[in-house]
């Protein structure tokens, strides 16, 4: 089989590991990529959401399957304009992407399917919401509805900061269109777990519990970025949390999209706050998480090709889906002064050191060939993943792992899955 991944950073990476192994595949091409995918597949330069190219060059190549691994062009309708072409595509269409594409709608959503989640209101004029504030408990968070690369989120303390944070969203349009409409909702406290779960419309299959790092600097400190390492599978995810999560969030938001008209196939990304009160869902994602993929698809003893082919069909319930009984650890090697201002450009050194060692991966997530060299490309640029028998064994080997590679202004975080050792 031919098959076209849509994306370039360190998620589409995964993904296209998982996919080399699959023994369905003849030839991988992904667009646009980057210098580690290229390893894997032919690089591709059209970007995600040029909509038309993508569906001419899959015409033109005879693409069997194609993956999309990003956020804007699944919010954007691409699975709608790949489908309308009769081409076979993974991922939601545009109507049920709506999931991850409104936060507003999927407020909603959970409100009427009495899905458990944060008390909240929606506004669209920032005079309203400022109104609510003003009555309003604190800490609060403020959500921008609409996309905002994994940033428009912002947690306030006192009214003052509240009102700065209105400003920031509707009024200065530091997200751009994503804060058109912004969701106030109440603050929780608890662990941060993540679960992906593939969905073929009706049958969903969990992946793998993993837990993020959004923080800029150790102690959870700095700005939120898109993610500054993951480790999986949490251990605060019990079978307890399991039992819960089946019964009251995973199947009744599979079978509320469907009851909606909205059936979604896919990658449904369950971000949840483990409360006093019980698991929560704090947001949808329409597709894998980043750095999430990075820890969950290295452990994916299936055939990804298989379990893609299997959600398109709706026939996911006949897919026997099996992850290695291992741990996995991703520490994000960035660009200093991500996410606010870096330089790119500098050489990266030692990439070969990752040749042929077991259980060792390096994710490209920003970079690019310049010449024979290959540089830095972004503020999140390598995601160093290691496996283990255990959380504290493929920690260990990660950060070690750090080590084999460098670049100037190399920085990273040295607390990633410190939680493990207070599980």
Known sequence: MKVLIVGGGGREHAIAEAVSRSKHLDKLYCAPGNAGIAEYAECVPITPMEFDK?????????IDLTIIGMDDPLVGGIVDAFEAEGLRVFGPRKNAAILEGSKAFSKDLMKKYNIPTAAYETFEDPKEALEYLKTAKFPIVLKADGLALGKGVLICETLEDAVAGVREIMQDKKFGDAGKKMVIEEFMTGREVSVLSFVDGKTIKLMS??????????????LNTGGMGNFSPSPFYTDEVDAFCKEHIYQKTVDAMRAEGREFKGVIFFGLMLTDDGPKVLEYNARFGDPEAQVVLPRLETDMIEVCEAVIDGKLDEIDLRFEDKAAVCVVLASEGYPVKYEKGKEITGLENFKGKDGYYCFHAGSKFEGDKIVTNGGRVLGITAKGDTLAEARKKAYEATEWVSFENKYMRHDIGKAIDEA
């Not at 993508?54 to 005879?62: G, I, N, R, S, Y």
């Not at 519990?209 to 700095?222: E, I, L, Y």
């Open 54 to 62: 993508l569906v001419a060059f899959a015409k033109e190549k005879q």
């Open 209 to 222: 519990s993993a837990q993020d790092h959004k923080r800029a600097g150790d102690g959870d400190t700095g």
